[in-house]
Each structure stands twice: as structure tokens, then as C-alpha cells.
């Protein structure tokens, strides 16, 4: 398989002799490679059907483009040689762009990387804030309405031995607790990530250096970023034992809040909404695709299935709203800390 991406690189690409090409696991959606050449490193990435189109790329050049102009450390895009954002072979779409030194964390393990995260975060959405370009895709990661529709209509649809009783239990609790929790309609509009969960997040000597993966940026609430980072930074234990820390999240909320002014009060009274809110839809999500089965990727070494591996996912992700509910006055407390 190396050798034929090697190929592909040198045929399409002017980025000197590729001396290495290493697959990089993590990740759920894009299959993505580190190529090391003569001239520096570089990030190769099968984009998935989902997020490959011309739109989306587009955007990842303006939004990368944008960041670099403000002095914020972004990936590059590296064009082919017929000047494509993207390289189209078959029904597979691929992207290059350039590497950025730093490492990823899977979890959050200590305040200080808590910290960083969440002044990240927040540097990022500064950074954006006069973002003019439209965004030419009209994709979007963050539609709770159409995910809790998608989930209903699999729950209705699907075929009589995938609706076990635990399955239809666990689909009606997702439905009914996340339209218990929706957003107002009205809140103001960011320009967001999409993704925020640590891996995204480039560190160096415990430093946070970069966001990364910025295929999901749209416009849409600053919430929608804030419940999906402090749902997944703050999270501990695995699977049906996962928890939300309070001590990671007063850290990564007050990293964020610090760096943060333009947040409004209304805005900051709706994060433990947010992060219910998201903490559902995620699980929904991996829930859909149990009936689905096709975009997730998954474990073939812990788990027989991409159907039994996204089961336990949706399982995961109800165990830590639980978990969130009984916190909510903790949660709260820090919210409502001076800036």
C-alpha cells in the first residue's frame, strides 16, 4: 500500500523524494498518512465520501489560508500539480498539506494541558472572528434536528433483529432527552471548528500549538464547539463507565474563558445545555450508525463489528450525560466563576 501512495505523491506532487509514509491510527473519519520527504513532512489524507467535496476543500483553504494571514499556526494546503486543492483518483478523493511538529493526546490527562485546550480553543475562534469569505459548503457537522430525525427514522425503519429491547430503550431516552435540551434559535453566530475534541489540538513540551482537522469549520453558535469540547475533554473512564471530570472541566473552562471576552452571559448560561446537548447527539449519531453501518470507522481488534463497536459508543456517550446530569449544580458553580 506504500508503495502505491508513493506513487500517487510523486506523480501528483512537487514536494521532493518521499524518504517514509506511516499510517496515523487515530481518527474516525479520514484515512491518514505522515510522509516525510527530502524537502519536510507532510500530512496525506484519503478524504471520507462525506467531506470530500470541491465545497468543503474550498473552504479548508480559505479557513487555513485565514489563520496563517493572522499569524495562528494552521496546516497548508499543498496543491497538485495541476493546481487542484484536492486530488481526485476514481471514486477516492486525497488532499496534501503540510505537517505541523507537535504531538495529540487520545484523552486529557492533567490541568495544564486542560488549560491549553481550552486557551486554544478560544485563540481559535478569536482568530476567526473576521473571517469574511462564505462558506461555500453547506455541510454541517452540528445539525441536532436532522441527527434526532435520522435516529427516529432508523429506529422505525430498521430490520426486527437489529431493535433489540436495550436498542429501542436506549434510542427513546437519546430522542426524549435531547429535545429536552435544544438550543435557542437565536443565539449569535461564530465562526466554529466543528470538532474540538483534544486529538485536534496540536501540543509541543505541553503546549497547545494548533487546532487542526478543519474540515468541519462553519458558521453556526460558539456553543455548539463548547459543548462538543468539554463533552469529550472532560471525559473519563470507557464506555459504560465513562464520567465527566469537574476538575478537568474547571480547568479547560477556565483556560477558555480567560482567552475568551467576547462570550456573552447568554452565552455562558447555556453551556451545560450545550454539553448535554452534544453529549446526546453524539450518541444518537453512533447510534444511527448501528443501523447504518457505513461512517464510523472502527476497532476490528476489540470489537467483531462496526455495528457492536458503535452500540457501545451510543451506550458511552448516554452513560456520560448521566453522569453530567447528577454534576449539574458543580457544573454550574463554575460557570458562574469571575472572570
Known amino acids: 500500500m506504500n508503495k502505491e501512495i508513493e506513487q500517487i505523491i510523486e506523480q501528483n506532487y512537487k514536494i521532493g523524494e518521499v524518504l517514509s509514509i506511516n499510517l496515523i491510527s487515530s481518527g474516525l473519519i479520514h ?4 510522509i516525510k520527504t527530502e524537502i519536510g513532512d507532510f500530512i496525506f489524507q484519503k478524504l471520507h465520501k462525506s467531506l470530500s467535496s470541491s465545497a468543503i476543500a474550498q473552504d479548508f483553504f480559505n479557513v487555513t489560508e485565514h489563520l496563517a494571514s493572522v499569524g495562528c499556526t494552521a496546516p497548508r494546503s499543498i496543491r497538485t500539480k495541476a493546481d487542484e486543492v484536492t486530488l481526485k483518483m476514481g471514486d477516492e478523493v486525497w488532499r496534501m498539506q503540510t505537517a505541523i511538529i ?6 486529557i490527562s492533567n490541568s495544564e494541558i486542560a488549560w491549553e485546550a481550552g ?10 472572528h473576521n473571517f469574511q469569505k462564505p462558506f461555500e459548503s453547506d455541510f454541517v457537522l452540528h445539525n441536532t434536528q436532522k441527527e434526532l430525525q435520522a435516529l427516529e427514522e432508523s ?4 430490520s426486527s433483529e437489529l431493535k433489540t429491547d436495550e436498542v429501542l430503550e436506549l434510542g427513546r431516552l437519546i430522542l426524549l432527552n435531547a429535545k429536552e435540551n435544544l438550543l435557542p434559535i437565536d443565539l449569535p453566530i461564530w465562526v466554529i471548528h466543528g470538532d474540538p475534541k483534544v486529538s485536534n489540538i496540536l501540543f509541543a513540551d505541553g503546549k497547545a500549538q494548533a487546532i487542526i482537522d478543519l474540515d468541519t469549520c462553519q458558521r453556526s453558535s460558539v456553543l455548539l464547539d463548547l459543548g462538543d469540547a468539554f463533552r469529550s475533554w472532560c471525559r473519563e473512564g ?3 463507565d465513562s ?18 471576552p467576547g462570550l456573552s452571559q447568554v452565552e455562558v448560561g447555556l453551556v451545560l445545555q450545550a454539553i448535554k446537548l452534544i453529549t446526546l447527539e453524539l450518541s444518537a449519531r453512533f447510534l444511527t ?9 472502527w476497532d476490528a481488534d476489540k470489537f467483531p463489528s462496526r455495528r457492536v463497536h458503535n452500540l457501545e459508543r451510543a451506550k458511552g456517550q448516554f452513560a456520560l450525560f448521566k453522569d453530567i446530569l447528577k ?9 458562574s466563576l469571575p472572570v
Open 243 to 260: 464520567a465527566f471530570s469537574i476538575k478537568l472541566f474547571h480547568d479547560s473552562w477556565c483556560g477558555y474563558r480567560a482567552h475568551a
Open 238 to 240: 470507557e464506555g459504560q
Open 119 to 128: 486557551k486554544m480553543l478560544a485563540q481559535f475562534h478569536n482568530a476567526l
Open 102 to 107: 507537535g504531538e495529540t493526546f487520545d484523552r
Open 327 to 335: 454534576k449539574q449544580e458543580q457544573i454550574d458553580a463554575i460557570l
Open 289 to 297: 450508525d448501528y443501523f447504518k453501518d457505513f461512517y464510523f470507522s
Open 155 to 158: 429506529l422505525e425503519s430498521s
Open 31 to 34: 484515512q491518514t498518512y505522515k
